[in-house]
């Protein structure tokens, strides 16, 4: 009597995860994948640990071809965009700062040191040899929250004057820090 056997071959479906670093639920960028097969006849899912050799052989493949989606990197290309704008937009200011001090407009803020606090000053007119200004009332201990005095009621109402040569000096010493122009 002959008899005919009848292999099976089953499928597999492999399934492949990526780990990611994240902020706030904000991916920042992909840590490891890990992946298992299931087969499509009994549902049997397997670990890379638990495949035979041919099954190991086909799920290394096809989590070689995995690719990591590019979405894993948007924290990172969030946090580099912000950085760049940030060093942009510096190096800007400081371009700017050269023009300020070179051409002076009513309305500049210039901020200093006195003894130990920052204040300002506002330049109120500017004429071919002097700039005139104005002095802010109110000191503050932090250079980067100069802005909270910088008030229109804060400024005295008695100008003063500074010639332009003079005015250069003192950005050149390092005495007048920054100009700001609205």
């Given amino acids: ?5 009848i292999i099976a071959i089953s499928k597999h479906n492999f399934s492949i995860f990526g780990r990611y670093a994240y902020l706030y639920w904000i991916p920042i960028f992909p840590l490891t994948k890990k992946g298992v097969s299931e087969c499509t006849n ?3 899912t397997l670990e890379p640990k638990e495949m035979n050799d041919q099954l190991k052989l086909a799920y290394q493949n096809a989590n070689g071809n995995a690719k990591t989606p590019i979405t894993y990197w948007i924290g990172t ?3 580099a965009s912000l950085i760049g704008f940030g060093i942009y937009s510096s190096n800007q200011h400081d371009k700017d700062v050269v023009d300020y001090i070179e051409f002076p407009k009513t309305g500049d803020v210039v901020e200093y040191k006195s003894d130990v606090f920052y204040t300002t000053f506002k330049i109120i007119e500017v004429t ?3 700039i005139f200004v104005i002095d802010n009332n109110y000191e503050i201990e932090s250079q980067s929250a100069i802005n909270k005095i ?4 804060n400024y005295t109402t008695e100008p003063y004057s500074i ?3 003079r005015f250069k000096e003192l950005f050149a010493d390092k005495t007048l820090l920054d100009i700001n122009r609205d």
């Fill in 77 to 79: 290309l969030i946090i």
């Fill in 1 to 5: 009597m002959e008899s005919n056997a």
């Fill in 128 to 130: 071919n040899d002097s």
């Fill in 150 to 153: 910088d008030i229109k009621s």
């Fill in 163 to 165: 010639s332009r040569e």
């Fill in 42 to 44: 009994c549902n049997i």
